[in-house]
């Protein structure tokens, strides 16, 4: 945006360069110096109040982006802890109809129904395993975005293989950081992935190096490859305005961390490998 306003200070500057050092001001009348002092301090008055407009939009743009990052957090809380109470009822179901299942699996065994006994035992295992909640890491806010992202890979029948090194710690990382950059490269992962066949996702995360640092490796497949400028990748989107900035966003987050982002695009295949510095 800065560009926008540059103008501004360089026409002020030949303005002056031209009426001081071509000797235009000399040749004026004392009323018109008055005036041109006037509107001269008016124009510097100007440069000083543009820049200042410009250091104010910067830090509500900021505040606005803050704020937006915490609303997310929050919502991944709430996410997390009310699919927490709807496992819990389901648990509370299961064990309170135990005694209906026994009742049955005990009539069965009388009548030597063993087919019978097998397939009530299968589904009180799969029932089981649909109210079980996967934990990938210690991590309140990691886990919920990976619970949430597999679960949307799962609608979209996108195979997502989760690793994550058991004894993984991010605490040194802010969770707003941590939102951003998982949730936007696991984003557009899947935004990716979902539009080709064969569709899969692959995730690795673990430490290195004595636990200094932080590796987060993601695999996907895709169809449309994004045009590149350089480093900065242009969005696909129709909504240019609104999106494309994601991944430059991403890359000054892990350098901040004295990270990087790497990205591979090969042949219907992306690898992105990121990387924090505890």
């Known amino acids: 945006m800065i560009i926008y306003i540059l103008p501004l200070p360089i026409s002020t500057f030949l303005i002056y360069g031209g009426l001081f050092y071509l000797k235009l001001y000399s040749s004026i009348l004392v009323e018109a110096k008055g005036v041109l002092v006037l509107g001269s301090v008016g124009i510097l008055f100007s440069n000083t109040l543009v820049f200042y407009t410009f250091r104010r939009l910067k830090e509500a743009m900021n505040r606005a982006n803050s704020l937006e ?88 029948d996108i195979k997502f293989h989760i690793f994550v ?19 936007n490269l696991i984003t ?21 190096n004595k636990n200094k640092f932080i590796i987060f490796k993601l695999e996907n497949t895709y169809e449309v490859s994004p045009k590149r400028k350089g480093l900065i ?3 696909t989107k129709n909504n240019k305005e609104k999106h494309g900035i994601g991944i430059e966003h991403t890359r000054k987050i892990l350098e901040s961390y004295g990270g990087y982002l790497n990205i591979d695009l090969q042949e219907s295949i992306c690898n992105i490998t990121a990387m924090f510095s505890t």
């Open 69 to 156: 990052l915490e609303q997310m957090k929050e919502k991944l809380h709430i996410i997390y802890y009310e699919k927490l109470k709807e496992k819990n009822i389901e648990h509370s179901q299961i064990i309170h109809n135990l005694n209906y299942y026994f009742e049955t699996i005990g009539r069965l065994a009388n009548d030597n129904q063993c087919n019978g006994i097998l397939k009530i035992l299968e589904g009180i295992e799969i029932k089981i395993q649909d109210i079980h909640i996967h934990s990938y890491c210690t991590n309140i806010i990691l886990n919920a975005i990976l619970t949430e992202k597999s679960q949307q890979a799962k609608m979209l």
């Open 188 to 208: 557009n992962a899947i935004e990716a992935t979902q539009k080709c066949e064969g569709k899969y996702i692959k995730m690795q995360l673990y430490m290195t």
């Open 233 to 235: 990748f242009e969005t």
């Open 165 to 183: 090194e058991p004894m993984l710690n991010v605490d040194t990382i802010k969770d707003i950081d941590l939102i951003s950059v998982f949730g």
